[in-house]
Structures are given as structure tokens and as C-alpha cells.
């Protein structure tokens, strides 16, 4: 009887597994074809609302960036210790990009690793408020094989 039982069980869970497996493969291409999600942004038209300047702004690196916004008001790197090679950096704009209400953020911040944008901040400070707290060294770490 237990036997029947696990039977059932596994069957109705590889079903529901499967099941769910095309509904997130239809999603993908639903959102895959989608003609906004796919179009390119150019110089000059990158969007001030936040969410589709999130969704835009990943695309470039950091010399693009500067062609589209100009110079960051700030900017702050991160480099190995004992070279001068930037691993990371900070950079802030200010009144670039809109909430959903319409108000502009006073600063918006991106952070970078290497030469591409992995996170953007909406602040509405000038940036410059925050401790800047401990300050560190990378270490230039080599992987030993």
C-alpha cells in the first residue's frame, strides 16, 4: 500500500514539476519577443524613470556612460593594493532620474564592478551625507592551481 502511495505521490510531483517548467519556458519567450524589452537604447535617449533607466543603463560600460550623462559629480574607485588598477568604483549624478510620482531623486548612484554598472541607488540626499566608514585595501589575490 505504501508502495502505491510514494507512486502517486512522485507522479503527481513530476507532473506539477513539469508543468511548471513550461509555464516559466512560455514566460521566458513571451518576454523574450516583447518588441520594448528588445529594442536598444541609443545615444542620448536613456530614460529618466527609474525602472526603465535600471533596465537600460546595464547595456554600457563606463566610457558610454560618460557620452550619454557626462563626468559623475563624484566618483570614488576602489583599486588593488600596490597597483592602480580600478576593480570597482562609485559614481554619483544628481537630478537624473524620476520616481514614480514624477520627483526627481537628488542623487542617483552607480556602482560598478570593473567597467560595468551591477548596482544602482536613488538617494534623496546629496550622496555626501553618509560616514564613509572604514576604508580598505584589496588585496591583489592570484588563484594557486
Known amino acids: 500500500m505504501k508502495t502505491k502511495a510514494i507512486s502517486g505521490y512522485l507522479s503527481a510531483l513530476l507532473l506539477t514539476s513539469t508543468l511548471g517548467l513550461w509555464t516559466l519556458c512560455l ?5 523574450a519577443n516583447d518588441p520594448t524589452q528588445m529594442m536598444p537604447v541609443t545615444a542620448g535617449d536613456l530614460p529618466t524613470s527609474e ?3 535600471v533596465a537600460a543603463i546595464h547595456q554600457f560600460d563606463k566610457k558610454q556612460i560618460i557620452e550619454k550623462l557626462g563626468e559623475p559629480s563624484d566618483a570614488d574607485d576602489v583599486k588593488i593594493k600596490g597597483s592602480d588598477k580600478v576593480v570597482a568604483s562609485i559614481w554619483h549624478y544628481h537630478y ?7 520627483e526627481y531623486y537628488q542623487t542617483t548612484e552607480l556602482d560598478f564592478i570593473d567597467d560595468k554598472v551591477v548596482v544602482v541607488v536613488f538617494l534623496n540626499n546629496d550622496g555626501k551625507d553618509v560616514d564613509a566608514g572604514q576604508k580598505y585595501d584589496v588585496p591583489d589575490v592570484k588563484a594557486k592551481m
Do not use: H, I
Not at 514566460?27 to 518576454?31: I, K, N, P, V, Y
Open 27 to 31: 514566460s521566458e519567450l513571451a518576454f
Open 51 to 53: 525602472k526603465e533607466f
Open 96 to 102: 537624473l532620474n524620476t520616481s514614480p510620482d514624477g
